[in-house]
């Protein structure tokens, strides 16, 4: 079975669990457990709709999935928090730094420098945070 397709049997719900759990790792379960209290269906339809159908098609690899987000969250400007997560993801799913510099850098042509700037920044945290935790 490839990581992205669904196993025999396999709910949205439970596939988008496992595909959460590959690429966000636990910054991706704070997230979800941040909604619980607030609203945890709208926690299940982050698991089904994003990870379980739209992450887990054919076609794009993890890899290019989390370049194109951070592409995406850097040009909205207004999601650093979600940028922050799609970084630490981007690693996690084999994104090198400098890739994720350049395609924030990239989104100063489309989006501006002030969205590019806000992502370099948040980047530069996410960097920092996990440099410090591997030392």
Not at 44 to 72: K, Q, W
Not at 76 to 87: D, E, F, S
Request: net charge negative.
């Amino acid at each position: 079975m490839n990581e992205q397709n669904q196993t025999i049997g396999e709910t949205r719900l439970d596939r988008g669990k496992r595909m959460l759990a590959a690429i966000d790792g636990q910054a991706g379960q704070n997230v979800i457990d941040a909604l619980d209290d607030i609203a945890p269906d709208f926690a299940r339809y982050v698991f089904e709709f994003p990870f379980g159908d739209i992450y887990a098609r054919p076609g794009l690899g993890l890899r290019e999935r989390e370049i194109a987000t951070v592409a995406a969250l850097t040009a909205l400007g207004n999601a650093v928090p979600q940028l922050k997560v799609h970084i630490e993801a981007g690693l996690n799913v084999g994104v090198s730094q400098e890739e994720i510099v350049e395609t924030i850098m990239q989104m100063s042509v489309y989006a501006g420098f002030p969205a590019a700037l806000n992502g370099l920044f948040a980047a530069k945290e996410v960097f920092a945070a996990r440099s410090g935790a591997n030392a």
